[in-house]
């Protein structure tokens, strides 16, 4: 089966490629990935090095004898800084300070003496995955591609693994197809001179988060300019997000401080509580230089708008899917006004807040501060007081954890306290999912949990790297729809840089009930006026997703007809068919049915880029 990059559309945030070791045998390899609009760059010996899809606008290389080293996605560094990098490269691991020391977000690809280096982001944005192609070791940005290449399936066990809620780390970042491996972001992965050996090798851990809110908010800032400028640098005309929150409208000043020309875009909400229109406007009345377009909330895509349409090229399951609609119909109207790049403040809520799970560790080594702290959460949260030391107290590991909610996938949800100080929320099974799927299920968290070892030991620390991973895995894709769309999307939040400073932050400052996202509010006092840092809430988005459930309750039939997953047995396709048409049944009030969207139109999106194939 031959490999494609089709997209679409090719710009920042959408180069997709794969790499090849130095080795003659790699020359056959190649060849399933060699078709005519695909660009390829080589080795300093002239054989390919990396074949795929990129802008010129978003690749950097240089050579120097056997040494040859890329950056592909957002970078500023320039042709003669790189060279110099490669000039002084000696061993692969020296690339670690690099990496730790490029702002952006991108791929760092080095050829060394025969040895090959290929890693993404540590935030999970730009991801790593490797196969043996006719005896070769292939590294890609996208495990389709990979899968394609050596004719491989999707592994039906790791599928029915996709239909928890949530699915628990490591279970949610392995590779869906058989045969493919995923590497860590933590990780880059290493291939020796004979091209068929290679390993994982770890160049990222995150900071100790041990910085005063006073001493992290210029570095927090810093960051973040930062990682706008290196989108706004270039000028022409980009778009923002401005819901009105202090995630898009910090972005949306510090882009306007750039030589580019902002189009600033507000989704006002259904709902007459939402309150993100006022918050917007607020901001646009100090940005006289910006265009600020409103668009009609009763044309905004409800969630769940547009399952059955969807053919875009993505690699695993997301349920970004059930926001596709949403996220992706504006921008073909602010590609008409010119823009660009379209940034976004997601991410915000991942790195400017974190985990009350740090107040597990924190009221046994500072039991003053942090008891303070917590009765304030119970109060604002509503949580129990049985149930909140019942967490404080439950000193499990978190392979004793995994292996516990592997034997209760079909429990009640325990208290939300529970999952919030906790390792994490207990993945469950719902009742549609069948008896042999559930045991796949239960089986495969088993087996992991005799060997797991958590992001970090702190809970905290841990279930921010979770969150920051599990997002970052939905706005790849994301990303790869918007640049089909024609304009791409970016998420300076996202940015490694940026997570750094922000997780270096002493979480009893960075996190607590007494003030809404104390960091950022303070990291953008010279940036953003202070009326508009007074927002302490943000829209929920509540409304769209009650309605789409009702309005769009044809098409979840029409998807539960003749379903994937049905014919594959791991679900009760008539027990989805009966709920759809309960769409105000109280329990579809959680998000319960993400998961299993996003495995069927996964597998619809597959079935129908294989019929088109096979018919050309």
């Not at 000696?90 to 690099?98: K, M, N, V, Y």
């Not at 730790?100 to 790593?128: E, I, K």
């Not at 729809?481 to 840089?497: E, H, K, L, Q, Y």
């Not at 010279?526 to 508009?532: E, K, R, S």
Request: include cysteine.
């Amino acid at each position: 089966m031959s490999t494609s990059y089709e997209t679409g559309g090719v710009g920042p945030g959408d180069a997709h490629f794969a790499v090849f070791p130095d080795r003659a045998e790699a020359i056959a390899a190649a060849r399933s990935f060699l078709r005519p609009e695909v660009r390829v760059l080589a080795h300093p010996s002239g054989r390919p090095w990396l074949a795929g899809r990129w802008s010129d606008q978003e690749i950097v290389t240089a050579y120097a004898g056997r040494t040859a080293l890329a950056v592909v996605g957002c970078c500023p560094v320039g042709a003669d800084e790189l060279k110099g990098y490669a000039d002084r490269l000696r061993d692969l691991t020296d690339l670690d300070a690099l990496a730790r020391r490029l702002p952006g977000s991108f791929h760092l690809v080095a050829a060394l003496d025969g040895r090959l280096r290929v890693q993404g982001t540590a935030s999970g944005l730009r991801l790593v995955f490797h196969t043996a192609v006719d005896g070769v070791r292939v590294a890609a940005t996208s495990a389709d591609v990979l899968a394609a290449a050596i004719g491989a399936e999707p592994d039906e066990e790791r599928l029915a693994v996709r239909l928890l809620w949530p699915t628990p780390y490591p279970l949610s970042e392995t590779s869906l197809w058989r045969g493919v491996t995923a590497v860590p972001p933590e990780d880059a992965l290493i291939i020796a001179p004979d091209g068929r050996t290679a390993r994982h090798a770890r160049w990222w851990t995150p900071p100790e988060p041990v910085r005063s809110l006073a001493e992290s908010a210029p570095l927090v800032r810093e960051a973040l300019s930062e990682a706008v400028d290196a989108r706004t640098h270039a000028g022409g005309v980009v778009s923002c997000d401005l819901s009105g929150g202090l995630d898009s409208t910090s972005v949306c000043f510090l882009a306007a401080r750039s030589p580019a020309h902002v189009v600033a875009s507000t989704w006002p909400g259904r709902d007459p509580a939402d309150c993100d229109l006022y918050w917007a406007e607020k901001a646009a009345g100090f940005l006289p230089d910006v265009e600020h377009v409103i668009w009609d909330a009763d044309e905004s895509p409800l969630v769940y708008d547009g399952l059955l349409a969807i053919d875009d090229l993505i690699d695993e399951p997301t349920i970004g899917v059930m926001d596709r609609s949403r996220v992706l119909y504006h921008l073909p109207e602010l590609g008409r006004r010119g823009s660009r790049l379209h940034l976004t403040g997601i991410g915000g809520d991942h790195v400017a807040w974190c985990s009350e799970a740090y107040y597990h560790r924190l009221v046994r080594t500072r039991p003053l501060r942090a008891l303070r702290n917590l009765r304030g959460f119970r109060t604002l949260f509503h949580w129990p007081l049985g149930a909140t030391v019942r967490a404080l107290a439950d000193s499990r590991s978190y392979g004793q954890w995994l292996g516990h909610t592997g034997r209760r996938l079909r429990e009640a949800p325990a208290p939300l306290v529970s999952g919030a100080l906790g390792w994490g929320s207990a993945p469950r099974l719902f009742d549609w999912v069948t008896p042999e799927a559930a045991q796949i299920a239960g089986r495969a968290l088993r087996d992991a949990a005799e060997s797991a070892v958590p992001l970090h030991p702190d809970r905290g620390m841990h279930a921010d790297l979770e969150q920051i991973r599990g997002c970052t895995r939905i706005v790849r894709q994301w990303d790869r729809m918007a640049a089909r769309a024609g304009v791409p999307m970016a998420s300076p939040f996202f940015d490694d840089r940026v997570i750094e400073a922000c997780l270096a932050a002493d979480p009893v400052e960075r996190v607590t009930p007494w003030a809404y996202k104390p960091l950022l509010t303070a990291a953008m006092r010279q940036v953003v006026p202070d009326v508009c840092l007074e927002r302490a809430n943000k829209a929920q988005a509540s409304m769209d997703a009650a309605n789409g459930l009702r309005e769009r309750r044809g098409d979840l039939m029409e998807l539960w007809e003749d379903s994937h997953l049905a014919r594959l047995g791991l679900v009760d396709g008539q027990a989805l068919r009966e709920l759809a048409r309960r769409p105000s049944a109280p329990e579809l009030k959680e998000a319960i049915l993400y998961s299993t969207i996003a495995c069927e139109v996964w597998l619809r999106s597959l079935s129908r880029k294989r019929q088109e194939i096979s018919s050309d």
